[in-house]
T-cell receptor
Framework: GAVVSQHPSWVICKSGTSVKIECRSLDFQATTMFWYRQFPKQSLMLMATSNEGSKATYEQGVEKDKFLINHASLTLSTLTVTSAHPEDSSFYIC????????????FGPGTRLTVL | GNSVTQMEGPVTLSEEAFLTINCTYT??????LFWYVQYPGEGLQLLLK?????DKGSNKGFEATYRKETTSFHLEKGSVQVSDSAVYFC???????????FGGGTRVLVKP
């Protein structure tokens, strides 16, 4: 399956700053990537679908101005948490859609964001 | 809407014990069903999947059968190892290319 990397793996920032998280598909050209958020000991919640060359599709309740997604190439999508606050502290995970029927997703290792 | 319900953990068992993690879903039609595993410090990995009723997915000694009549996809392993300690997520996908809906996850701890 596809190999997906994320950078950084862990970031600590001060409240009010912006943080950019990268998601790279290392061996597959991904027209679609997904961004999830995982709270401690909880499940993954889809935040948005990132489409190469077009605007991301956000899930209901996700602030698109706060969580900026850019999918500028077939191997890279970025998530920028703008003006981060402590409540944005979470584990952010991206995935790549692959498979003949596009029914498989391969996940990155995740990025842990801590906002002080 | 679509939803997935799985048993809450943590589940603690001894090595070589039998493991079952219950998963039921709510969705119209015939979604594809998945089990993902998240080992400590790692990302989610696809463990197994089934795309139609009565299909059995299997991998690494784990099995799950797609039961349309009971809307279930229970995960089983006959003899667990310490290395199976992880969080297991049941998930469904309504249509090809569509988004995944995850259950709450079940943490499994296997003691030697």
């Amino acid at each position: 399956g596809a190999v997906v990397s994320q950078h950084p793996s862990w970031v600590i920032c001060k409240s009010g700053t912006s943080v950019k998280i990268e998601c790279r598909s290392l061996d597959f050209q991904a027209t679609t990537m997904f961004w999830y958020r995982q709270f401690p000991k909880q499940s993954l919640m889809l935040m948005a679908t990132s489409n190469e060359g077009s605007k991301a599709t956000y899930e209901q309740g996700v602030e698109k101005d706060k969580f900026l997604i850019n999918h500028a190439s077939l191997t890279l999508s970025t998530l920028t948490v703008t003006s981060a606050h402590p409540e944005d502290s979470s584990f952010y995970i991206c995935s790549v859609r692959e498979g003949a029927e596009y029914n498989e997703q391969f996940f990155g290792p995740g990025t842990r964001l801590t906002v002080l | 809407g679509n939803s997935v319900t799985q048993m809450e953990g943590p589940v603690t068992l001894s090595e070589e014990a039998f493991l079952t993690i219950n998963c039921t879903y709510t969705a119209t039609g015939y979604p594809s069903l998945f089990w993902y595993v998240q080992y400590p410090g790692e990302g989610l990995q696809l463990l197994l999947k089934a795309t139609k009723a009565d299909d059995k997915g299997s991998n690494k000694g784990f099995e799950a059968t797609y039961r349309k009549e009971t809307t279930s996809f229970h995960l089983e392993k006959g003899s667990v190892q310490v290395s199976d300690s992880a969080v297991y997520f049941c998930a469904l996908m309504k249509a090809a290319g569509n988004k995944l809906t995850f259950g709450g996850g079940t943490r499994v701890l296997v003691k030697p």
